[in-house]
């Protein structure tokens, strides 16, 4: 049986912490007679995080899954022989596998968020909560057809930001290659036929011959250093602090790190809501949503759950840790009023669906010609200051 570390609030004793044994997560604010919104914390200790190689939506088509659960359970079929039509139709063994263990463990009696949950290679937390939440009250079908949604939703996202970026990228590869060419097959030989002008030139012209020279004299260690400077390269960009320092650092820029904040924000509204539309306690949504959030606010997300369940209002935490946008803010505090903070925090989400659009564009109206220009003004400096010597020399024949 799964072993947990549990921080909570008891009433009258303030913030406590236990060991303790659960057959799952759920089963804790029970176990310890308090209701789960007073939970502040939960640590698995015998669970193994799954490799990074392995986690859920690199490999495990999750909404395709959930899509085609919800239409079979909706069709009258069976839960058991729902997912054994999904294990039949796979073609991938490790998809079929995860399945099938899913079936044995439904066959044996456990309901299905404790399947799912032993599967983590394949099932994140999110589609465990929502199914915990939903399969005693019939509503499982609705629910995994809405975390459909939202799959296709991060999905389309995703992939509008990447197409945006592709442009920027192809410009910036191929002049980087054109600078490269200049620099390493076109200098050194300018470098050798104007090795008699002496020192008489522009700075820039002098500095580029005797780069040209070094690389002539020696090209093994000019490409052992730029591999190794490709290489510390890559090896940052896998560290996780490297790539959320460049996450904060993006977070700052004047036009870009605004609209990166909203998106970010948005995915954060859109998964709270769902997981609390389907009943699941707004502490452990908020632990669920945290690992989704962009770096740079993991921290915010947990600060905001101690203080929901130290009894702050949500709306004045979730301003307090810099979480909340106008528009949310206010219908936030609309959603507390009047009970209905899931379809306010789905609505403030959709409100700011419209920002991807134009971060696009920002990206095509802004980036492009700016990265256009710098690498207009690079190859043409460089074939400029190359030039200068020979326009030199002309003058001198005349």
Not at 103 to 131: H, K, M, N, T, Y
Request: glycine fraction near 8%; charge should be positive.
């Amino acid at each position: 049986m799964p072993e947990f570390i549990v921080r909570f609030q008891q009433a009258g004793s303030g913030v406590q912490q236990v060991r303790l044994q659960a057959p799952e997560r759920h089963a804790l604010a029970a176990l310890l007679g308090v209701s789960p919104q007073r939970i502040l914390s939960v640590q698995e200790l015998d669970a193994a995080p799954a490799p990074a190689s392995s986690r859920a939506g690199k490999r495990f088509p999750l909404q395709l899954f959930s899509q085609e659960l919800s239409v079979l359970l909706s069709a009258g079929v069976t839960l058991v022989e729902a997912l054994e039509t999904l294990s039949e139709k796979e073609s991938q063994a490790d998809i079929r596998a995860a399945l099938a263990a899913v079936v044995a463990a439904l066959s044996a009696g456990q309901p299905l968020s404790a399947a799912l949950r032993a599967q983590p290679q394949a099932f994140d937390e999110l589609i465990c909560a929502l199914v915990a939440a939903n399969e005693r009250s019939g509503q499982l079908a609705p629910a995994l057809a809405q975390h459909a949604r939202y799959l296709a939703w991060v999905q389309q996202l995703r992939d509008r930001l990447v197409a945006a970026c592709v442009y920027p990228a192809v410009l910036l590869g191929v002049g980087s290659a054109v600078i490269l060419f200049l620099l390493l097959f076109v200098l050194p030989r300018f470098a050798g036929i104007l090795d008699g002008l002496g020192s008489d030139l522009p700075w820039g012209s002098l500095l580029l011959l005797r780069f040209g020279r070094l690389t002539g004299d020696h090209p093994a260690l000019v490409a052992a250093g730029m591999g190794g400077v490709a290489l510390a390269a890559v090896l940052a960009l896998r560290s996780a602090a490297v790539r959320a320092a460049l996450q904060s650092r993006l977070w700052t820029l004047p036009a870009l790190g605004p609209r990166l904040r909203v998106l970010a924000l948005a995915r954060f509204y859109r998964s709270l809501a769902m997981l609390l539309g389907a009943g699941v306690p707004v502490l452990q949504a908020l632990e669920i949503v945290q690992p989704l959030m962009a770096r740079p606010w993991q921290g915010a997300v947990t600060r905001l759950a101690a203080a929901v369940g130290e009894g702050r209002r949500f709306s004045e935490a979730l301003e307090a840790e810099d979480l909340a946008t106008p528009v949310a803010r206010r219908m936030v505090r609309v959603g507390e009023r009047s009970g209905e903070l899931a379809a306010m925090l789905e609505r403030a989400a959709a409100f700011h669906d419209d920002e991807a659009v134009r971060l696009s564009e920002f990206l095509s109206r802004a980036i492009n010609p700016a990265l256009m220009l710098i690498m207009g003004v690079l190859i043409g400096g460089i074939i400029v200051l190359m030039y200068l010597p020979i326009f030199q020399l002309v003058e001198q024949v005349q």
